[in-house]
């Protein structure tokens, strides 16, 4: 059964800060999304950063990124759902991923829920969850929601995910986060009337 907001099916949107195709991050962000649909029915839509790059690197304002991003960045801001995924790139996310997000409005992802992912060479860096991520969407006013999923190169065979303590992490994250999406999508679409 899909999942329904406001008469409408549930917009699930990831986003994979990968400079390279195939990518681990994008192999985790993708067991994510097919988490979410095998539970809400919801059809997700995979943004990479590795595609649309060269029709935004060079941009400094909304205005001048190519039609393709411009789309993408319309799916983001529109999302009830938003699954963001990137490698760690010099102890934080890759410049592209941020370059990207520069470009959505400051005020076009409040409430919206946020899953975090990440992918890094060990468990060291399993902290950009908490130390990159959060405090970049906290600016935009997001719910970075309370379980993320970072996992290390040893969780892949090429770019799929085999790992199953990754794998119960991931059912895991999307467990404890639809209850929290259901209600920011009521929330964010109106039908929430508080009485005060």
Known sequence: MTAVVGGRPLRVVGVSG??????RTTGLVRAILDEVASRTGAEPTLIEVTALGPGFAGALRRDQVAPEVEE???????????VVGTPVYR?????????????VGQYELVGTPVLLAATGGGERHALILDH???P???????????????????????DRLVSPDIRRRVAQAVDRSLPIVEQASLVRSSEYVTTW
């Open 72 to 82: 993408a960045l319309e799916l983001i801001e529109s999302a009830d759902l938003l």
């Open 18 to 23: 990968s400079l390279h195709e195939p990518s």
């Open 136 to 158: 970049l969407f906290s600016f935009f006013q997001a719910l970075t929601l309370p379980v993320g999923v970072y996992a290390s190169d040893a969780d892949f065979t090429s």
């Open 132 to 134: 990159q991520l959060r």
């Open 91 to 103: 102890a934080s996310f890759t410049g592209l991923f941020k370059h990207l997000f520069d470009f």
